[in-house]
């Protein structure tokens, strides 16, 4: 499945391997706001909120230079300050100016994420972009399974060494990116070439980001439905540690949500090649609204866990629908991009799809002062059922449409 895909993706695989092997310092972020700088659960999902937010001048930025600069260089510069941003944070102990460099780490994150995804796409086809982007995912989780591990049993003794870790394995991981991956921005005559030869959305266009995004609703409607999704995900990150923390010690608590995490990334590893060759015969809209049931099961469920075994059976399940979602859906943006505007869609997107990531630490963190932990998981089966509705109806109006114009001609 994944043979013949060309030597940038095998490198960026590699790279993202090495790069969340390391990703020790988010994924227990929630957990340290309150625990160690002694913050409640508002004004912790308030910090999270707030640093979400700083990735997207950071993404307008990105999306814009490497459309005109190029992808190689924003990536290596962006990624590489993110990084040096955590060095410090090893050495201030308990300071809030934590926070603030974390902050600035998400900002420069931002920046180079929309290289990323426009490197990734340049390199690809519609032929093998779907391998290519779940190859890419399966690297970030091949990773993920053993960083968060490694993470929860640092963190109650040595947690400078996480800050410290997240900097070197993100430093370590561009050089990969310096030396196998040419520059992949498109070049002004490919660019012409595209305005008359492509007959599919990836013909380019001239024009502002917003004129061009207007020519494509579906892609607009994609985006609104997709906020549904990462409101629904964002929970792992911020509702499930704190989940933990009411059901066991706060010692444990860390170690029960590492072994989550390492779960979470076991099952990509394992199933992200099954699933894909189970469905890669369906649309990616069909794909992703199966995602949502299965969050919508996997996260539901964890209102009546009490138990380690449970709440592994319940990542599990809402593991399936990641993979699903995040195999499809870059798929599908990638696929309605043009190719002179890959960065700038690439910054936008993220931003529109990601700003449930953005709004539901503040919005569930004074949702759980008021109703506790346990209300949290009803809601979220609700959203997840109200997002794949959502994708299915988008898959239905595009079948018509498609219809429409096959009978015009």
Partial sequence: MYKGLPKGIYALFFARIINSMGAFVFPFLTIFLTRNLGLDEKTAGSIVMIGA??????????GFLSDYIGRKKIIIL???????????????????????????????????????TAMTTDLTNKDNRK????????????????????????????IELIFLGDAFTTLLSLIFVYKYVDETK????EIEDSKISDKTQEKAEEGSLVAVLLKRPNLIFFGIASVVY??????????????????????????????????????????????IDL??????????AMAGILCGIGFGMIYYVSSIKLLILSTVIWTLGEILNATNTGVYIANHTPISHRGRFNSIFPIITGAGFALSPRIMGSFINLNGIRAVWPLIFCLSMIGALLMFLLYVWEKTQKQKVYEKN
């Fill in 53 to 62: 937010f700083f990735s997207v001048p950071g993404s307008f930025l990105g």
């Fill in 78 to 116: 962006a990624q590489g300050l993110a990084a040096l941003c955590f060095v410090p944070c090893a050495f201030l102990e308990d300071s809030m100016i934590i926070p603030v460099l974390l902050m600035s780490s998400n900002f420069f994150a931002g920046i180079a994420r929309p290289a990323t």
């Fill in 131 to 158: 391998a290519a982007f779940s190859l890419i995912y399966l690297g970030i989780n091949i990773g993920f399974s053993i960083g968060p591990l490694i993470a929860g049993f640092l963190y109650n003794n040595y």
């Fill in 186 to 189: 498109p070049t002004e005559k």
């Fill in 230 to 275: 990462s409101f629904v995900f964002a929970q792992h990150g911020f509702s499930l540690p704190l989940q933990t923390e009411s059901i066991f010690n706060n010692d444990l608590s860390t170690e029960v949500f590492g072994s989550l995490m390492a779960t979470n990334g076991i099952v990509v590893v394992l199933m992200t090649v099954f699933l």
């Fill in 279 to 288: 469905t890669k015969k369906l649309k990616p809209l069909l794909n992703i």
